[in-house]
């Protein structure tokens, strides 16, 4: 089955600098990868997601990029605020499964 | 909020007690999905849901049953709680195929098992 991986697990950042999170995952029929941002105490939320058949996404300091061929996909988070102090989680589903894997999360500290 | 309500919030039982844990939703949406949050290991899935009375094993299925009667609502079973299985659930659910509708988390229970 689906094997996600990721890192840094933690990642400390200057308010202002940019943030970068990788993920690796094992199925090459995986078609569809998304990010998730949890607070401390709530739900994972997405962020963004991004399909097979794109390289890269953005929506305004978030982009997502994904390297099918190495089968490797990042989160970029540019202009870093406290705000976006959180775990982020990377996820991909196989193409023959509905199965959402998890990688096993990032923790993102941004220094004011 | 999504549609998406777990119950109990909290809950803290004695080993070798059958819990049980609700995920109700209001979306009428046909995949359900029961995952567990331990630090270091993110997110792993249980078991799933693909309609009613359609169920399988996620990564992490041992010692976990879950049914889905109705629509609406997916319950996950322990049968005899361990110290093992002290969590944070999370239920999710999702309209369709995921890479096309994404999923929806609900609030999350915590399970404290002594």
């Known amino acids: 089955g689906e094997n996600v991986e990721q890192h840094p697990s933690t990642l400390s950042v200057q308010e202002g600098d940019s943030a970068v999170i990788k993920c690796t995952y094992s199925d090459s029929a995986s078609n569809y990868f998304p990010w998730y941002k949890q607070e401390l105490g709530k739900r994972p939320q997405l962020i963004i997601d991004i399909r097979s058949n794109v390289g890269e996404k953005k929506d305004q300091r978030i982009a997502v990029t994904l390297n099918k061929t190495a089968k490797h996909f990042s989160l970029h988070i540019t202009e870093t605020q406290p705000e976006d102090s959180a775990v982020y989680f990377c996820?991909?589903?196989?193409?023959?499964?509905?199965?959402?894997?998890f990688g096993t999360g990032t923790l993102l500290a941004v220094q004011p | 909020d999504a549609g998406i309500t777990q119950s109990p919030r909290h809950k803290v039982t004695e080993t070798g007690t059958p819990v049980t844990l609700r995920c109700h939703q209001t979306e009428n949406h046909r995949y359900m999905y029961w995952y567990r949050q331990d630090p270091g290991h993110g997110l792993r899935l249980i078991h799933y849901s693909y309609g009613v009375k359609d169920t399988d094993k996620g990564e992490v299925s041992d010692g976990y049953s879950v049914s889905r009667s109705k629509t609406e609502d997916f319950l996950l079973t322990l049968e005899s709680a361990t110290s093992s299985q002290t969590s944070v659930y999370f239920c999710?659910?999702?309209?369709?195929?995921?890479?096309?509708?994404?999923?929806?988390f609900g609030s999350g229970t915590r399970l404290t098992v002594v």
């Open positions: 999710a659910i999702s309209a369709g195929q995921g890479s096309t509708y994404g999923y929806t």
């Open positions: 996820a991909a589903i196989g193409g023959a499964t509905n199965k959402l894997i």
